[in-house]
């Protein structure tokens, strides 16, 4: 029999702590809940855990301070931070420090169930695919150089004439299943790194993904081969696969939030190093 994927909730809210422990084990998760980070890391060294969903804001110490602290300790557990709006630029600097997504200060339950699921499946890949070296080398899709990545969500790309394209990440794709339609946004719409840009359904429960923006500006151009064909971002997400493209309208300044892939870096198909930017 399986074991049930277990969660562990930080939060010094209680009502936060008790929302989020009926929706998770609604799922037929275990979760434990705790209301501060000195305590999760002591319930880390005791059990292990698929998932992390901690809070942005605590006292004493933060959840970017549990952040650094898991990822250099376990970097196999996903870590989720629950942000608020005003802390939305922190949170994708989070997802630059190793977290795996963010859910923006309040969520809806399918908004929760949805996130988690992917990052018990990011587990998952990560222990499958870091079994041995020969597995890592043949991972069908790698991390081409030359671009800005949001940690395992998605990448933007520089193009001649200064507008940016954007895609999906591979490990995006990878947790999230099959796809049954993307909805992407329209030309003229204008987007905002750590947003909403892009919203993607899945059979299973018919959960919807959000995939945030990794930069802000005008779109001028979306890629409608995706939803005539969403394989594409499966079989090509650094390529065919692209999903829109942007006149940028910080772009300076938000790449500092992004990883960026060398091309120089790039050894037999998989990144040899990822910049801090």
Known sequence: MEKRPRILVVDDEPSVCKSCYRILT????????????????ENIRKHGYEVVITDMIMPKMSGMDLLKIVKKSTPEISVIMITGYATIKTAVLAMKLGAFDYIPKPFTPEELSSVTDRAIQRKRLYIEITKT????????????????????????????????????????????????????????DEVEQGKVCVRITTPSMMRIHKFWSPVSGKVVEVNE????????????????????RVVPSNLEEELKNLLYVDKSQVLRGKPKETTYV
């Not at 609604?26 to 890391?41: H, L």
């Not at 933007?156 to 339609?181: H, L, P, S, Y």
């Not at 005539?228 to 696969?241: I, S």
């Open 26 to 41: 609604r799922e037929g998760w275990d979760v434990d809940t705790v209301s501060s980070a000195p305590e999760a890391i």
């Open 133 to 188: 070296e020969e597995a890592v080398e043949e991972i069908e899709f790698h991390r081409p150089g030359d671009r800005y990545y949001m940690a395992d969500h998605g990448w933007a790309q520089i193009e001649k004439d200064g507008t940016v394209r954007v895609g999906m990440d591979w490990v995006f794709r990878k947790t999230i299943g099959d796809v049954v339609n993307i909805d992407l946004p329209y030309e003229e």
């Open 225 to 244: 081969e995706v939803n005539r064909d969403t394989a594409l971002v499966e079989e090509d997400p650094y390529g065919k696969g692209w999903l829109f």
